[in-house]
């Protein structure tokens, strides 16, 4: 097996990457924009699992160079994690189109760039699995986070229709929603510690996910039942809470 990290850099798809090398002694491409650091880390997994790890430079927002980034993989791999995202800062976005851009293209539109030439390749084949890491941001449109969730709703929704284009083609789409985690992105924000998990418990979700077939994960598990909360508020009432 040879998986395709797409944001190898970001704390989550770093564990991903190290779960599925050691469960599935699993060869890997980990690309990223920051190759330096990229080269260490594709070193330490290639010592500690006994794979290959080979890092590659990749720019979500260069939709011109997904093409030829993609054919350039020799072998193809038969899986891709989509584990990029950029947070922003909401109140500049408001004041900056740039800053909401910037989420927006990040988020969704490198997402579905990419992600489109892989899915041609896969159906091609017949077979494959992207798992593409969405967010519960996108469930409901908060006033605190909304070009965030907004991006998020988009790529969610650009999974689900992904999933069933590509069913009949044997290839799995798995929708990862993993509420407050423990990373870089999320340091400098006030979390119930509660509710946080590590990057490694949401990879652990993620791969059991990816072993059972799930279509859908959250994680932890818990973020499925808050959501449905979340979503039955009426809008009236849901419009005049701070969140």
């Known amino acids: 097996m040879r998986i395709l990290v797409l944001g190898a850099n970001s704390d989550i798809a770093r564990a991903v990457a190290a779960k599925f090398a050691q469960r599935e002694r699993a060869d890997l491409y980990l690309a990223s924009r920051d190759l330096e650091l ?16 080979v890092p590659l430079r990749f720019e979500a927002q ?12 020799q072998p193809k791999p038969d899986g891709v ?11 500049r976005a408001q ?22 030439i892989v899915a041609a390749d896969f159906q091609q084949r017949g077979q494959g699995f992207i798992i ?14 909304y070009f965030y969730g907004a991006a ?6 650009y999974l689900s229709g992904l999933r069933n284009r590509l069913f009949k083609h044997n290839v799995k789409v798995m929708t990862v929603l993993p509420g407050f985690v423990r990373t870089k992105m999320t340091q400098d924000l006030k979390l119930p510690e509660r509710l946080l998990a590590s990057p490694e418990e949401v990879a652990e979700d993620i791969y059991r996910g990816y072993k059972k ?11 499925r039942w808050i959501m449905l909360i979340i979503k039955m508020i009426p809008e009236k009432i849901f419009k005049r809470l701070s969140l």
């Open 62 to 73: 260069d939709y011109e160079s997904h093409q030829e980034f993609y054919r350039s993989l």
């Open 213 to 223: 077939g799930k279509d859908i994960v959250y994680t932890k598990w818990f973020w």
């Open 38 to 53: 990229l080269r260490k880390r594709a070193k330490d997994l290639e010592i500690r699992y006994q794979i290959e790890a």
């Open 152 to 157: 998020k709703a988009a790529f969610t929704v």
């Open 95 to 116: 004041e900056n189109f740039q800053e909401a851009r910037q989420i927006l293209e990040t988020n969704f539109l490198g997402a579905a760039s990419i992600l489109e």
């Open 132 to 145: 593409g890491l969405s967010s519960p941001a996108g469930e409901r449109g908060r006033k605190t986070i």
């Open 81 to 91: 994690v989509v584990a990029f995202g950029y947070l922003g800062d909401q109140a």
